[in-house]
């Protein structure tokens, strides 16, 4: 089992930038294919970016490709997001997510097992 605390969410005004961590517990981290969702104000969770587990591949929606950089740090049990050029439509609750193997269907919440809390992203325009 796994927990997971993100931290890093807060406002930031249009254009700017920010980096979530997604802090793990236990020595198996590095195990876990891992990845990033959100969900807006009104809006279905949905897909944001994810990382294999030894991080040589990386996806992400199309929504955030070229702004969005998902990486990650098994020594220090730690998945990241650098988010860049942020838009208003950016706003979110922002959660990282672990899932026991890679599926190419890795934009489906349902391949994910362990969850954070969340952290809260809002950008002003």
């Known amino acids: 089992q796994v927990q997971l605390v993100e931290s890093g969410g807060g406002l930031v005004q249009a254009g700017g930038s920010l980096r979530l961590s997604c802090a793990a517990s236990?020595?198996?981290?590095?195990?876990?294919?891992m990845a990033w969702f959100r969900r807006g104000p009104g809006k279905e969770r949905e897909f944001v970016a994810a990382?294999?587990?030894?991080?040589?591949?990386?996806y992400y929606a199309d929504s955030v490709k070229g702004r969005f950089t998902v990486s990650r740090d098994n020594a220090q049990n730690t998945l990241y997001l650098q988010m860049n050029s942020l838009k208003p439509e950016d706003t979110a609750v922002y959660y990282c997510?672990?899932?026991?193997?890679?599926?190419?269907?890795?934009?489906?919440?349902?391949?994910?097992?362990?969850w954070g809390q969340g952290t809260q992203v809002t950008v002003s325009s």
């Open positions: 236990g020595r198996t981290f590095s195990r876990y294919f």
């Open positions: 997510a672990a899932g026991i193997r890679y599926y190419s269907d890795y934009d489906d919440s349902r391949r994910y097992v362990y």
């Open positions: 990382i294999s587990t030894s991080a040589s591949n990386a």
